[in-house]
């Protein structure tokens, strides 16, 4: 926190780290869900906090269960964490992500 002497008013600053990661990730998506399978899957992704922005870059399987379909995809991950491990850490706490690994590398 940093005060401003001549004004007398305090300004605080913070700062966040943003970091971008590609994860082969599954989501459950309800049955119902509105738009396609890959868009929930997505939608349900971006919710989940601090996840800023979901861009899915490839699709996977499709594993229709009872109340919803397991989805799977590559998607690129941007979330306000500092590390690939929280990010990993916080998916896996999640209710709705049923696997989370890192994509082959080719």
Same mark, same amino acid.
């Given at each position: 926190?940093?005060?401003?002497? !001549? ?16 994860? !082969? ?5 309800? !049955? ?18 601090? +996840?800023?922005?979901?861009? +899915?870059?490839?699709?996977?399987? +499709? ?36 696997? +989370? ?6």
């Amino acid at each position: 926190m940093a005060v401003n002497a !001549n004004l007398n008013e305090t300004t605080t600053t913070t700062l966040t780290d943003q970091l971008t990661e590609t994860i !082969n990730v599954t989501v459950r998506v309800p !049955n119902g869900a509105s738009g396609t399978l890959f868009e929930a899957a997505s939608d349900r992704l971006a919710r989940i906090a601090p +996840i800023t922005t979901v861009t +899915i870059t490839d699709t996977g399987g +499709i594993a229709p269960r009872n109340g919803a379909t397991h989805v799977t995809v590559t998607a690129d991950i941007t979330a306000d964490v500092t590390s690939r491990e929280e990010l990993i850490e916080i998916l896996a706490n999640t209710v709705g992500v049923e696997a +989370i690994e890192s994509p082959a590398v080719t």
